[in-house]
Nanobody, 114 residues
Framework: QVQLVESGGGLVQPGGSLRLSCAAS????????MGWYRQAPGKQRELVAQ???????MYTDSVKGRFTISRDNAKNTVYLQMNSLMPEDTAVYYC????????WGQGTQVTVSS
């Protein structure tokens, strides 16, 4: 049984930081491209960042220079360090694992507000 469990969301003031974690089980983690997506109310889910099995990374333009994705294959965990958060970063953030199959976590809420 595949499980992706996100943690680390919450309420933060503009300019603050959060670190999201996604712990995976039931997959050969090191073989998967791991991604973070987000979905704001009334909007489509969008890819925020991803990291390949070879640790190549990509980011959507709006988070470049502020967010950093990383992975720890020994812990089967992918992280998203989010700095300089803005109100427009408010969304539910989802972890995704992609290889031959695609799996999703349940999501974690990030709210940026003063």
């Amino acid at each position: 049984q595949v499980q992706l469990v996100e943690s680390g969301g919450g309420l933060v003031q503009p300019g603050g930081s959060l670190r999201l974690s996604c712990a995976a089980s039931g997959i050969v983690f090191s073989a998967y491209t791991m991604g973070w997506y987000r979905q704001a109310p009334g909007k489509q889910r969008e890819l925020v960042a991803q990291i390949t099995s070879g640790s190549s990374t990509m980011y959507t333009d709006s988070v470049k220079g502020r967010f950093t994705i990383s992975r720890d294959n020994a812990k089967n965990t992918v992280y998203l360090q989010m700095n300089s958060l803005m109100p427009e970063d408010t969304a539910v953030y989802y972890c995704n694992a992609a290889s031959r199959f695609r799996y999703w976590g349940q999501g974690t809420q990030v709210t940026v507000s003063s």
